[in-house]
């Protein structure tokens, strides 16, 4: 039986990956954080079939001892500050977890369980200010906050240590993915939650950021497939995984409140308090690596995912009028 470790299983990636590999017969561990108090709404379902081991990305000796406890064939490094807005207001934190936190977790692999395969979760928005369109595994970083500096850092170093000491890490750099799981914060489920609550009777209003801002959207349940099949080739390398499609933000809004039939003008109100010190207004990936090597396709459609969200909304505020 092959052992995993999943940082930041609680989310909504941790969550959809920890059944995929559950579903494939693996013992999974998940790293729960000591200081905090958890949110197990993700995994409740799922809680008597892994075991969660207490630990922090900030601390190395916790994380040592979680691959001690664990003894992993593949670690998934999906745990980081991961809210970009909250990236300029706590950079410091930011760059400790979801920057060093990577660095902790190859050092523990490197000194306890060196043969384990390493996944590290990089993201879209270390292209930040896109040089080229579409972004593919070649295109230059410019980073457009701490979060996607932070990042950055993770990718670098997981390919540093990859070259240095012949560990098989990986990275995935994912665009935007979006499930009826994402936290209510990420502008996407912000999106469908307050539709869903206007058209329960429960909300009159949606303030939002930059409407114009356009972003390749994909569902997080198809992507953490493209993280296990990274894991399962010969050699490691990195990859773009997303739909090659783009939309704005706008027509994210307008797909939502159609769905619950309202026209979003009559709701939505654009606030300057939401809009980022330095946008990022594109970004686009190219999945062509992603599709030839590793056989990964997305399979639900921008609509679909907008609708799923919705549904999801709705049958929580239904019966709350």
């Known amino acids: 039986m092959k052992r995993a470790l999943i940082t930041g299983i609680t989310g909504q990636d941790g969550s959809y990956l920890a059944e995929l590999l559950l579903a494939k017969g693996y013992k999974v561990y998940g790293l729960k954080r000591r200081t905090s108090t958890q949110n197990y709404e993700n995994i409740n379902h799922i809680l008597n079939e892994i075991e969660l081991i207490s630990g922090d990305l900030s601390d190395l000796s916790s994380l040592i001892q979680a691959v001690k406890l664990s003894l992993p064939d593949e670690v998934y490094n999906l745990g980081a500050q991961s809210f970009v807005a909250d990236s300029w207001t706590q950079p410091v ?31 879209s928005e270390m292209f930040g200010k896109v040089v080229e369109t579409p972004q593919n595994e070649k295109t230059p970083f410019y980073p457009r906050s701490p979060y996607g500096v932070a990042k950055v850092f993770a990718h670098w170093i997981t390919v540093n240590y990859r070259e240095s000491f012949d560990l098989f890490a990986c990275s995935g750099i994912l665009f935007n ?13 912000k999106i469908t939650d307050a539709a869903a609550r206007i058209k329960c009777g429960l909300q009159k209003e949606l303030r939002l950021g930059n409407l114009d801002a356009k972003r390749d959207w994909g569902f997080a349940g198809d992507y953490v497939k493209a993280m296990w099949l990274m894991l399962q080739q010969k050699e490691p390398d990195d990859y773009v995984v997303a739909t090659g499609e783009t939309h704005t933000v706008r027509r994210f809004v307008e797909l939502a409140f159609d769905y619950v039939g309202l026209n979003w003008e009559d709701y939505v109100i654009q606030d300057p308090k939401f809009m980022r010190p330095a946008e990022v207004d594109l970004l686009l990936g190219d999945p062509k690596k992603a599709k030839e090597k590793l056989g990964w396709e997305p399979e639900v459609s921008f609509e679909n995912l907008i609708k799923m969200m919705v549904e999801h909304d709705l049958k929580k505020y239904r019966g709350m009028k």
């Open 93 to 123: 934190f930011t760059g400790e977890v979801t920057g060093l936190g990577a660095l902790n977790m190859l050092e523990a692999i490197r000194h306890v369980k060196p043969d384990a395969r390493f996944y590290q979760a990089s993201s």
């Open 177 to 189: 993915h979006e499930s009826p799981r994402r936290g209510i914060q990420f502008v996407t489920r």
